[in-house]
């Protein structure tokens, strides 16, 4: 088998729902799996999946038991040559696994293949590439310098080596997965990609960053940001540097300052629900239903230009394929009058993200 896609998934069905729905339009052609790991979700992810997406093969885990558990056990359930570890809160384009897959077959060496990841207003998200957080890099992006944590050596399109990918999206060789004992479960959740990438590194692998593919994370759906998530990033990191480099004072009392300050000042982000003054629905139907919903005209057209503005552009997947979504989201990224949702194929709701700092929007019809 060629290809495993892992997806670890937390109450998180509708976005869950749209993903699987992009993946396997993504691994037509290809000898490929898709093995779904719920960590005991409380809404209706499971039976979603064994609905929707008979073909998938789902792993219901008892407990949450965090990222590298979770996706460990999956690993341990595949059979490709290669792995894709994703996150239920992406979108991919058709064109991802025969690129991505063609690239990395022609590689010596080979460790992680990353790709672009943009949020679901088409922002690109720097933590697509990231260098090794050594101390002094990482007490900088405490301080507020990040600009030798990122990868800025490559632009957003380009393709070339760099260290670190985020656990959202990483593609691997199976062996080299094992080889390194996969994510470390000491970690629950966060820093647990920058360890896999670092171990993989020290390995003596050469991993890559491949900008001509763009992957939408919605990022934060899957895991809120608030004081919860402040305290167990900081933690994590403690973990990191304690595994891999002497201790320092100066990064451990950034450390403990962030937790607390996190117990301070923390709250939950919530939905960002934007009032929009015009809907245009991009799709080869008309959507009354939809229309009533949003108790507003929304316009119907085939194409969608970069005239408009103060729109929340619906993409509907029914006619419109992920790949041109992604393209087009892109291409109207400059305009900061717009936002964006995608209407799933044979589905009832619309969703999307305002921002990569907020919770996404789901809205049923």
């Not at 897959?101 to 990841?117: D, H, P, R, T």
Request: proline share 1%.
């Amino acid at each position: 088998m060629q290809l495993s896609v892992i997806i670890l998934n937390y109450n998180v069905h509708y976005f869950l729902e749209l993903c699987l729905q992009s993946v396997e339009a993504a691994i037509q052609g290809l000898d490929a799996e898709i093995i779904v790991i719920d960590n005991n979700s409380q809404d209706e992810s499971c039976a979603m999946v064994k609905e929707k997406f008979i073909n998938v093969k789902l792993i219901e885990n008892k407990e949450n038991s965090g990222f590298s558990k979770g996706n460990n056990i999956g690993v341990a359930q595949a059979k490709g040559e290669f792995l894709c570890i994703l996150n239920p809160d992406t979108v991919v384009p058709e064109n991802t696994f025969k690129t991505l897959l063609g690239f990395a077959k022609k590689q010596n060496n080979l460790g992680i293949v990353g790709c672009k990841l943009i949020d679901g207003n088409s922002n690109y998200l720097p933590e697509s590439k990231r260098n090794v957080p050594v101390t002094k890099i990482a007490i900088n992006k405490a301080l507020g310098n990040s600009k030798h944590y990122y990868a800025n050596h490559l632009k957003e399109q380009e393709i070339g080596e760099a260290d670190v990918f985020v656990g959202a999206f990483m593609l691997l060789k199976r062996s080299v997965y094992n080889e390194i004992n996969g994510f470390d479960e000491d970690y629950f959740m966060y820093g647990e990609d920058i360890d896999l990438s670092y171990k993989i590194k020290k390995a003596g692998y050469r991993s890559f960053y491949y900008g001509e593919i763009s992957v939408i994370h919605y990022k934060g759906e899957s895991t809120l940001k608030d004081k919860r998530y402040a305290k167990r990033f900081y933690g994590a990191m403690q973990i990191f540097y304690k595994k891999h480099f002497k201790s320092n004072f100066v990064f451990d009392a950034l450390v403990f300052f962030g937790i607390q300050s996190a117990r301070w000042f923390g709250g939950n982000i919530s939905s960002e629900a934007l009032d929009f003054q015009d809907y245009t629905l991009v799709s080869n139907a008309k959507n009354e239903v939809l229309a009533t919903k949003l108790s507003k005209a929304v316009t119907h057209v085939l194409n969608v230009t970069e005239g408009v503005e103060n729109t929340q552009i619906i993409f509907d997947a029914n006619y419109i394929s992920f790949q041109k979504i992604i393209k087009q989201m892109e291409a109207l990224e400059k305009n900061k009058n717009l936002s964006f949702k995608i209407l799933p194929k044979n589905a009832n709701f619309i969703l999307g993200s305002n921002s990569s700092k907020s919770r996404g929007e789901v809205i049923h019809f």
